[in-house]
């Protein structure tokens, strides 16, 4: 059992909130994704954000690795998804919702080809060693013009202690330096009695788009 099945099956799910979030309906609308465009939700677990971004006419496809995840949303939804396994995956569906269970790092090319993406506690949720990979994964799994909101958190003392893991925004641009353009939305203090202090938590949300490679 990895961490993660560990984590859900005792209920332990502090990242989960049961509201919105602030930042993604702040900046969603800032971005100029297509309205009712294909938003790829990664790392999904039972986010309500999923909820707001079909609320705004969007079909919504999550990817989460944990079952109990899945089964919770739509439960908690009301939704009796209709739930077809695929080699490498398990497609549960009820429209505009589809979430994919299984391992991010296997959804092979074409599965997903998304207009849009959020990232919300995704990208911090992975080891840093597997960043990369990750990148390349929602490569893979949306169009050439696709954009995306991501909100990261920074925490320059916590050193590779996770998840979250600390991604700095100086991470996401070397990240994001190929093929992607990004751009910083908004940066808040999470601490916000010490913001001047340098040492303090912070989160950046950032608008990032695919663009084509310049050779
Ligand atoms: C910190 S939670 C964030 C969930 C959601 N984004 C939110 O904001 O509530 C990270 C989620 O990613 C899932 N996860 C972790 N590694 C994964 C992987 N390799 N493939 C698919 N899901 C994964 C975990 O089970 C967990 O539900």
Redesign the pocket.
Known sequence: MTF?HER?KTEQIG???DSFNDMLTKHWGNINAVKGCEVLVP???K?L?MVWLANQGNNVIG????SD?IQAFFKENRLNPLTTVNRNYTQHQSKPFTILEG???ELESNVVQADAWYD???MV??EPSLRKAYVDQLRKATKNDAVGLMITYTNPQQGMDG?PYSLTDEDVAKLFSEGFEWKCLEKISLDPPNESDPNSPTSTVFEIRRAPRIT
């Not at 990817?63 to 944990?66: L, R």
């Open positions: 993660w859900w990242w989960h909130r790392l999904c677990g986010s954000d990817m989460e690795f944990v995840a391992d991010i790092f919300r506690a995704a949720a992975i998840p």
